[in-house]
């Protein structure tokens, strides 16, 4: 069994910043694309950022320039960096992994951390 637990998310002003971490344990698996989503009351979970595992990212607009992805692949971690935070970042923070085992890919999913940004 493989497992996601995040920690870090919290109350911040506008901006503020927070540091999100997710870590992945189990046994004889690898991940390949590990990252973060967010989900705002109201609106469809979407992509924030994500890294590949040869340390490609892809960025949702909104993060861009004030967001920083990294990722230890030794220790199956993934932390965002989240700088200049706005209101509008408010929202439940997943992260996610797409686990090869046993000779077959899955997406995993967090339990997910609030974020809230006051204004």
């Known amino acids: 069994q493989v497992q996601l637990v995040e920690s870090g998310g919290g109350l911040v002003q506008a901006g503020g910043s927070l540091r999100l971490s997710c870590a992945a344990s189990g046994s004889a698996f690898s991940i390949n694309v590990m990252g973060w989503y967010r989900q705002a009351p109201g609106k469809e979970r979407e992509l924030v950022a994500v890294?590949?595992?040869?340390?490609?990212?892809t960025f949702a607009d909104s993060a861009k320039g004030r967001f920083t992805i990294s990722r230890d692949n030794a220790k199956n971690t993934v932390n965002l960096q989240m700088d200049n935070l706005v209101p509008e970042d408010t929202a439940v923070y997943y992260c996610?992994?797409?686990?090869?085992?046993?000779?077959?890919?899955?997406?995993?999913w967090g339990q997910g951390t609030l974020v809230t940004v006051s204004s």
């Open positions: 996610s992994a797409l686990i090869f085992r046993a000779g077959t890919y899955f997406k995993l």
């Open positions: 890294t590949a595992r040869d340390g490609s990212t």
